[in-house]
């Protein structure tokens, strides 16, 4: 582009004035080459510091949300400017860059708007961003816009495509690929969670000159139509997405990496991985069984008459079901976590005539495991249960006072069943810890406060991360020196051994009452939706259940989030629910990841490190105590002493030390990454770009 010529010349006249600067330099001072007074041609321009923030302009639309949500999970500083909101900030020149230590500087790295040309934005204020953005090659994401000449794309009607976009497959296209989103592999396939509601519209159009398509799908005139891509034109970058989002839809969420990484040159704070780790509680011990008769789970408070709990059945892993864990283990390459009740299985081992053929087993495999301590026999460990109502309270004492398990029984199930392991050869980590029921831990409505004697019997086994429960206690919170680890339950019931049980109990919670369900969907709307019809005992499961479960699943390991899934030992036996739906996620991941983005399976431990480390940058960033910026080749991180910052680089990218340098962080997603500190006498990180990384961060 012309624009971009004149740079280039900047940079030659500079080379010559300065008699033979490194090349690195003279291309990061060429971006201010034409704003140099005619004045100053005798003088090289400084290179300009580019801070690594985002300005967010935003219209309250989903699209603008759903990328500011994929910043503010990921790390990434952004101001905000609320487009309508009274007293807003005045976009003008000296909002967008000044002068710092005699360096021009650039207050953004990049800019989000809603689209090409948002209203509420003055002119003037739109012609101090295209100022800013030519002067320091700055890139702006079109949030969300529609496919016309501006953008560089045809009218839809001239051989594209408008309309409804569900189960639509489009694909990333080979630019896409070397590009932003080469992380990807396979083909985007927009979801159609709801076949009577349309969730997703866009504007696919064919591309123009000066236009780079990332994501495209076949154009019904043929060729090919573009949903998002590049736009060049007048020395500035748009990145143009012409389909409707939010944050919570998978589309959005596998591209959202690529937008950001587009929007940056790949050089930002920030990082993000896609996990998934599995807990199996239970491990030892039998799981009491679904009643469908009665709709209830004998043995549990509220399932009264009928057959007692003795009566039924209980599910129970066998040694045949062990081999196939640890084989399946194997073929998927996928490693899951045994949360382990030693005395439960001891207690079923005297029970049964001194021999238990599963416990023998799944020692036998005990390395191929992850093991976690859940307690010796599973007991509650909050307040003592009054069973003689339901639902259940807590028992009071002579004053009214709550009744609590006290911290020596807590604390004695959980040195018992560390112990247990230790003895057997189980490596397990003694700071990581499931409780019951995750009981201990407050559980509204009954118990609305922690045990108070939970957090010193943690103190006491040096257990600094234990399990919560997401759906009700989401955010990593204290309990006394440790921490929890919110996990997601799977809908892949605790007391169901076989599909048609399953389907049972899934057709009891989901559907009305006039179709024979409980009617808890229609009592609260708002938080569950029932089922059209029930489904069919025989088919259900495949075919609507594993399906729905492994969606879910999946929308958390593309959304950057730690938390665990947890099932139970029950789903490992008899029909062995389970595996369907771990195949899918595994299956539907691969199929659309590259292999330089793997699932990552963190430890419980390593999930907890992990949102430690975002609340202190989080708090860090809400301070005001972070400083981050890239001259030319050079990146400077400055945050709070015991902070560590999150960093995404190009490969090749070194991190200075006191001495010499190290290669930075770890590969995933085709950069490098990593929570990083100064090390020992140096007041912050400075990272080296690869040479020409500069150049390639100053064009998005």
């Known amino acids: 582009m012309q624009s971009r010529g004149v740079r280039i010349r900047g940079g030659e006249r500079s080379r010559a004035r300065a008699g033979g600067r490194a090349a690195g330099a003279l291309l990061a001072a060429a971006l201010l080459a034409s704003a140099v007074p005619a004045g100053s041609a005798a003088a090289a321009p400084a290179v300009p510091r580019i801070d690594l923030t985002v300005l967010v302009v935003d219209d309250g639309g989903g699209a603008v949300g759903a990328i500011a949500a994929e910043l503010k999970s990921t790390g990434v500083p952004y101001r905000t400017v609320r487009l309508g909101e009274q007293g807003r900030p005045v976009i003008t020149p000296a909002f967008l860059s000044d002068t710092v230590d005699g360096r021009p500087r650039a207050k953004f790295q990049g800019v989000v708007l809603p689209s090409e040309t948002p209203g509420g934005l003055s002119a003037a204020e739109q012609a101090a961003l295209t100022a800013y953005q030519k002067t320091y090659a700055v890139p702006q994401v079109d949030a969300y816009t529609w496919s016309h000449p501006g953008v560089g794309l045809d009218y839809t009607s001239d051989g594209g495509f408008s309309g409804v976009l569900d189960g639509v497959r489009t694909d990333v296209t080979a630019a896409g690929k070397a590009g932003p989103f080469g992380y990807l592999d396979g083909p985007v396939v927009f979801e159609d969670n709801a076949p009577e509601v349309a969730e997703s519209y866009g504007y696919a159009g064919r591309p123009r000159e000066g236009y780079t398509s990332f994501l495209d799908l076949p154009a019904p005139g043929g060729g090919r139509a573009s949903l998002v891509g590049e736009y060049a034109k007048d020395g500035r970058r748009e990145l143009v997405v012409t389909f409707a989002y939010n944050q919570h839809q998978r589309q959005f969420r596998v591209l959202a990496r690529g937008i950001v990484e587009w929007l940056t040159g790949g050089v930002h704070l920030g990082r993000s991985r896609n996990y998934f780790s599995v807990h199996v509680d239970d491990v030892f011990a039998p799981d009491a069984r679904w009643d469908t008769v009665r709709n209830c789970t004998p043995g549990d408070i509220d399932c009264a008459g009928g057959a007692g709990e003795e009566e039924v059945p209980e599910i129970r892993m066998t040694a045949e079901d062990a081999r196939y864990a640890a084989a399946w283990q194997r073929s998927s390459g996928f490693t899951m976590d045994m949360v382990y009740n030693a005395g439960s299985g001891e207690e079923w081992k005297e029970a049964n005539g001194g021999s238990d053929p599963l416990t023998a087993q799944l020692l036998a495999d005990r390395a191929q495991y992850r093991w976690i301590n859940h307690t010796y026999t599973h007991p509650f460990l909050g307040c003592v249960q009054d069973v003689g109502v339901v639902p259940w309270k807590c028992a009071t004492d002579a004053r009214g006072a709550t009744r609590y398990v006290s911290r020596a029984e807590i604390s004695a199930q959980i040195r018992d069943n560390h112990t247990w392991a230790v003895g057997k050869g189980v490596a397990v980590d003694r700071t990581e810890l499931v ?244 090390d020992l006498l140096q007041s912050g990180v400075t990272l080296t770009l690869p040479a020409g990384a500069a150049r390639a961060a100053a064009r998005g």
């Open 435 to 678: 409780t019951g029921e995750h009981s201990g831990l407050k559980v509204l409505p009954q118990q609305p406060a922690d045990n108070p004697n939970l957090a010193g019997a943690l103190a006491d086994n040096g257990v600094r991360w234990i399990a919560s429960d997401n759906s009700r206690d989401p955010a990593q919170r204290n309990v006394g020196a440790a921490r929890t680890v919110p996990r997601h339950p799977m809908n892949v019931y605790y007391n169901v051994g076989t599909a048609a049980e399953m389907t049972d109990e899934y057709n009891w919670i989901y559907t009305s009452r006039a179709d024979g369900g409980s009617g808890i969907c229609e009592d609260n709307p708002a938080t569950s939706t029932c089922l059209a019809d029930p489904l069919d005992p025989d088919t259900g499961y495949g075919s609507y259940i594993v399906p729905q479960e492994a969606r879910i699943a999946l929308s958390h390991v593309v959304a950057n989030d730690p938390r665990p899934h947890y099932v139970h030992q029950s789903n490992l036996a008899e029909e062995r629910l389970l595996y369907p739906v771990l195949d899918k996620v595994l299956a539907d991941y691969r199929a659309l990841y590259a292999d330089n983005t793997p699932i990552v399976n963190p430890r419980q431990s390593e999930a907890g490190t992990e949102f430690a480390r975002r609340a202190a940058w989080d708090k860090a960033l809400a301070e005001g105590r972070v400083t981050a910026y890239r001259i030319g080749d050079t990146v400077t991180v400055k945050a709070p002493s015991g902070v560590a910052a999150p960093v995404t680089a190009p490969e090749g990218t070194r991190k200075r030390q006191l001495l010499g340098s190290t290669a930075f962080g770890t590969a995933y997603a085709g950069n490098r990454s990593d929570w990083t500190s100064p």
